[in-house]
């Protein structure tokens, strides 16, 4: 385990409120060239685990189906904390690393419901509007079951 995640972990409820706040998160997949590819998403925390939504053709999605794996990150605001020496400078932050796999969301009811998760927490003033079929047609819902997930800070 890291030195800093011994010392300085956020609490399974300071990770919630960092996922629910937090817009884009950074997802790491392997390439079939074995090679990470990280791409930042739009996202939403839902009945424990991760969904984000794009189109439904792509490098991210060909690499989660070839592997499912996959890395998850988000971090909050940070702030520089000043020292009298370059060295001594240092970084306030929290952040968050899933690890998990990853599946395009085939049901309809779930793909939907983590639509208006999506919606609710990016664009709050489109919560209710329908989906146009074709738009549902050409887009991906993507789930991240959660294997573990760690938080840490420094202050």
Not at 20 to 27: E, F, I, K, R, T
Not at 83 to 95: G, V
Not at 99 to 119: M, Q
């Amino acid at each position: 385990m890291q030195l800093r995640m011994k010392e300085h972990p956020l609490t399974a409820e300071q990770i919630d409120s960092l996922l629910d706040a937090v817009q884009v998160g950074h997802l790491a997949t392997l390439g079939e060239n074995g090679f990470p590819y990280v791409t930042p998403v739009h996202f939403v925390r839902m009945n424990g685990r991760i969904y984000f939504h794009g189109l439904a053709a792509g490098l991210k999605l060909k690499n989660l189906r070839a592997d499912s794996r996959v890395c998850f990150e988000v971090e909050g605001q940070h702030s520089f904390i000043q020292a009298d020496i370059p060295c001594d400078t240092n970084t306030a932050y929290q952040s968050v690393i899933i690890t998990g796999n990853a599946s395009v969301v085939e049901d309809r009811a779930v793909k939907i419901a983590a639509l208006d998760a999506v919606v609710a927490k990016h664009t709050p003033q489109h919560v209710g509007t329908a989906y146009p079929e074709n738009m549902l047609k050409m887009t991906a819902v993507v789930e991240i079951t959660i294997h573990e997930i760690t938080g840490k800070y420094y202050a």
